[in-house]
């Protein structure tokens, strides 16, 4: 059993930074493969961004690519969502995720426990 708690979503005017965390309880968190997602409103959720165990592998959306980071450092259970020069679009409760089987994957379905999800909102 895997718990996430996400921090660090807030507002924030166009071209802003903001930085998300997610926190891992669990031993076995170096096994996970670590997304962010995240959903507007009246929308689908979607990925973001994904990171393998060991930071090989990396997955970003095409709309932020170039913007947005993602990190994890497996000592301290977290994983991390640098966003940059965020635009009014990337507006959405944003989620951490772990998918634990064992193959690296940025599709929603195949990720096993999630966070209670972070507010970002990007004014114009």
């Known amino acids: 059993q895997v718990q996430l708690v996400e921090s660090g979503g807030g507002l924030v005017q166009a071209g802003g930074s903001l930085r998300l965390s997610c926190a891992a309880s669990?031993?076995?968190?170096?096994?996970?493969?670590m997304g962010w997602f995240r959903q507007a409103p009246g929308k689908e959720r979607e990925s973001v961004a994904a990171i393998s165990w060991s930071g090989g592998w990396t997955y970003y959306l095409d709309s932020v690519k170039g913007r947005f980071t993602i990190s994890r450092d497996n000592a301290k259970n977290t994983v991390s969502l640098q966003m940059n020069s965020l635009k009014p679009e990337d507006t959405a409760v944003y989620y951490c995720?772990?998918?634990?089987?064992?193959?690296?994957?940025?599709?929603?379905?195949?990720?096993?426990?999630w966070g209670q999800g972070t507010q970002v909102t990007v004014s114009s």
């Open positions: 669990g031993r076995t968190f170096s096994r996970y493969v």
């Open positions: 995720a772990a998918d634990n089987s064992g193959s690296t994957s940025y599709r929603a379905a195949t990720y096993d426990y």
